[in-house]
């Protein structure tokens, strides 16, 4: 392909059809003389929805990503995310600004590249699969997509790779917030260059003039520091659930189980219809174990009734949105 000629990319032999295909039409459209791109945001929090941003927008986040983690002609790198969303189609376009040596791995859970790598962005359940000692072939991992668990957040600042956590949204063309968690644990969640962050009743106000956003009000709640140049992050406002009347915030009840319960199978606060509550709150868990359901169940007891999960509902495969975040509802 000529949109191929200056960038190295190579498909694992796992790759599907529509994979490859998926990326081969992601190149092209970058590689055309189109001038606006079309993106639907996660769904995470309620129904996804089209948005469009112009290509100087697009490389102007590009452009911060590279300031950020120091990009350079021909480094190496991968891809594992689906091209369907933003951060996947981001990693295609940044390997053809920055003519990268790029590998385009099956996008799945446990992810395997090969050699070293000098950069690569993952979703935290991808990052959790990968065994210690290929942390030794990865010189810095931008993790994206959702939250991570405070155990999470232990094991990857232990790993031997620089670890970062992106703060961003389909709105803002991915990340525009950054917060280090190895080798620098960092609690704050710091603004890249050109981002002006305000708090309105708590919610997160964010402006990036030059990738087109201006005053755009989320539904993130965070404490907002003197300077304005960093945030903590306290859980999402649209993210309550109303159950018999009662809002209750699903960060909260995992902050909990985290705490009591710190080595916890994968699981999430999500949300099903019920006729008597309206909202019923649930658990979503991988396969546990019968010792493991027992300890789930003990977290919960320390909670007060009303903020106790109605079930837990155990899945091969947690429900994600095609971003990898969490689909609560």
């Known amino acids: 392909m000529d949109a191929l000629s200056k960038t190295d990319f190579s498909f694992h032999k796992d790759c599907s059809s529509s994979e490859i295909n998926n990326v081969e039409q992601c190149i092209l459209k970058w590689k055309s003389s189109d001038s606006f791109f079309e993106f639907e945001t996660s769904g995470s929090t309620g129904k996804p929805k089209l ?3 112009s290509r100087d927008q697009i490389l102007s986040s590009i452009k911060s990503t590279a300031e950020k983690f120091d990009f350079f002609k021909g480094m190496r790198s991968a891809l594992a995310l689906n091209t369907k969303s933003i951060g996947g189609a981001l990693m295609v376009f940044r390997a053809i600004e920055w003519e990268m040596d790029f590998q385009i791995v ?60 992106g703060f961003g949204m389909t709105e803002t063309i991915t990340h525009f917030a950054i917060r280090e968690i190895n080798p620098k644990k960092q609690v704050n969640y710091h603004c890249l ?10 919610a997160m106000v964010v402006s990036i003039k030059d990738r087109g956003v201006f005053q755009l009000k989320t539904t993130d709640r965070i404490k907002l520091s003197r300077n304005r140049k960093s945030f903590y992050w306290l859980g999402r406002l649209d993210g309550a659930i109303i159950s018999a009347g009662k809002k209750i915030h699903p960060k909260q009840i995992e902050d909990h189980v985290s705490r009591v319960y710190p080595s916890h199978p994968e699981g999430f606060v ?13 658990w979503f868990s991988v396969l546990l174990s019968g010792v493991e359901l027992e300890k789930m169940n003990n977290a919960f007891t320390s909670l007060p009734s009303w903020k106790r999960p109605k079930q837990i509902i155990q899945l ?14």
């Open 106 to 165: 099956p996008v799945r859970r446990k992810i395997e590249w090969q050699g070293s790598l000098d950069f690569l962005a993952l979703v935290p359940q991808q990052a959790m699969l990968i065994p210690i000692d290929n942390y030794k072939n990865l010189k810095t991992l931008l993790i994206g997509g959702s939250p991570i668990r405070e155990s999470q957040e232990n094991f990857l600042s232990n790993v031997s790779s620089h670890v970062f956590h």
């Open 51 to 53: 948005i469009n941003f």
């Open 270 to 282: 999500g949300v099903k219809p019920d006729e008597n509550w309206d909202e019923a709150m649930v």
């Open 316 to 329: 091969r495969h947690l429900p994600l949105t095609k971003s990898g975040k969490y689909k609560r509802r």
């Open 193 to 202: 260059k050109g981002v002006e962050i305000t708090s309105s009743d708590g």
